[in-house]
């Protein structure tokens, strides 16, 4: 997409918007605030190490795919390999909020 200078950076701080720090607000809301931010963290990781195709472009990607996998919802899947376009396991990620399935091993549990 070609949008004008500066116009990609400024929409990508959309979501944040909305997001106030009211007078008074409490440690629990800002590390709320902080973990829903940890979501974004994961994502970022796990974008930045999705493996390019033989002709340098990118495979199609549904983001429910990972939480579905991230979850053990594969029956949901709709690219059953969603792991293999990735560098990173995706379950060695967090996605705070969300339920991390436990019956494939990571590798921070083959480590211990």
């Given at each position: 997409?070609?949008?004008?200078?500066?116009?990609?950076?400024?929409?990508?701080?959309?979501?944040?918007?909305?997001?106030?720090?009211?007078?008074?607000?409490?440690?629990?809301?800002?590390?709320?605030?902080?973990?829903?931010?940890?979501?974004?963290k994961?994502?970022?990781?796990?974008?930045?190490?999705?493996?390019?195709?033989?002709?340098?472009?990118?495979?199609?990607?549904?983001?429910?795919?990972?939480?579905?996998?991230?979850?053990?919802?594969d029956?949901?899947?709709?690219?059953?390999?969603?792991?293999?376009?990735?560098?990173?396991?995706?379950?060695?990620?967090?996605?705070?909020?969300?339920?991390?399935?436990?019956?494939?091993?990571?590798?921070?549990?083959?480590?211990?």
């Amino acid at each position: 997409m070609n949008f004008p200078d500066g116009f990609n950076d400024w929409r990508t701080y959309n979501l944040l918007f909305d997001i106030e720090i009211p007078d008074g607000c409490t440690a629990e809301y800002i590390s709320d605030l902080v973990e829903s931010f940890d979501k974004f963290k994961s994502t970022a990781m796990l974008y930045a190490s999705l493996k390019p195709k033989e002709d340098g472009t990118y495979p199609s990607l549904k983001f429910i795919d990972i939480i579905d996998y991230y979850t053990g919802e594969d029956k949901h899947l709709f690219n059953k390999n969603i792991q293999d376009l990735f560098t990173i396991n995706i379950l060695d990620l967090n996605f705070p909020g969300i339920k991390k399935r436990t019956d494939i091993p990571t590798k921070k549990k083959e480590e211990k």
